[in-house]
T-cell receptor, first 111, second 113 residues
Framework: QKEVEQNSGPLSVPEGAIASLNCTYS??????FFWYRQYSGKSPELIMFIYSNGDKEDGRFTAQLNKASQYVSLLIRDSQPSDSATYLCAVRNNQGGKLIFGQGTELSVKP | DAGITQSPRHKVTETGTPVTLRCHQTENHRYMYWYRQDPGHGLRLIHYSYGVKDTDKGEVSDGYSVSRSKTEDFLLTLESATSSQTSVYFC????????????FGPGTRLTVL
């Protein structure tokens, strides 16, 4: 089992819809969770982080964390074509504190 | 890119030659990291630094060495480049190990022929 797992996609949604990206992790002691957006040919850009169970909202983005079920998700409301990118989930490892990245989910928002 | 530069941005080299990649930050962050990104493998940690002259290995450190003589610079060296080291290399920085929010540089695309 990989430490951090994401569906690779591509996930295709129509413009204006809600995109839902999911991530599961294996280290039950993990404390910090991050979502990065990566456009093709560019570097990862931090868009959300969450440390506590529940929801965290920032504009059109909502991160959801459920430590009991060991999953973290990212919702993008009113999806725009400019949201088309690969979204990377990262989890701070409880052993040594390093970030472990999932392989990313490719999102395509169709006009 | 949060005050992080990488040089060179692109490099083509031949098998067996040494290669050094440089990461420079202006944020005065304590922690610096080198990752490689390959299709099917995502981002994998090569080495990291938790202070000047303090470094440690990541999950894919074989064939790589690092040095950090100043807070702002973190060098990654491929002692004898191999074709399997063809990849995109990203540097990242973080101010805190507690939560470890990392910010990435623009990347270096390295091709080993």
């Amino acid at each position: 089992q990989k430490e951090v797992e994401q569906n690779s996609g591509p996930l295709s949604v129509p413009e204006g819809a809600i995109a839902s990206l999911n991530c599961t992790y294996s280290d039950r002691g993990s404390q910090s969770f991050f979502w990065y957006r990566q456009y093709s040919g560019k570097s990862p850009e931090l868009i959300m982080f969450i440390y506590s169970n529940g929801d965290k909202e920032d504009g059109r983005f909502t991160a959801q964390l459920n430590k009991a079920s060991q999953y973290v998700s990212l919702l993008i409301r009113d999806s725009q074509p400019s949201d088309s990118a690969t979204y990377l989930c990262a989890v701070r490892n409880n052993q040594g504190g390093k970030l472990i990245f999932g392989q990313g989910t490719e999102l395509s928002v169709k006009p | 890119d949060a005050g992080i530069t990488q040089s060179p941005r692109h490099k083509v080299t031949e098998t067996g030659t040494p290669v050094t990649l440089r990461c420079h930050q202006t944020e005065n962050h304590r922690y610096m990291y080198w990752y490689r990104q390959d299709p099917g493998h995502g981002l994998r940690l090569i080495h990291y630094s938790y202070g000047v002259k303090d470094t440690d290995k990541g999950e894919v450190s074989d064939g790589y060495s690092v040095s950090r003589s100043k807070t702002e610079d973190f060098l990654l060296t491929l002692e004898s480049a191999t074709s399997s080291q063809t990849s995109v290399y990203f540097c990242a920085i973080s101010a805190s190990a507690s939560y470890n929010e990392q910010f990435f540089g623009p990347g270096t695309r390295l091709t080993v022929l």
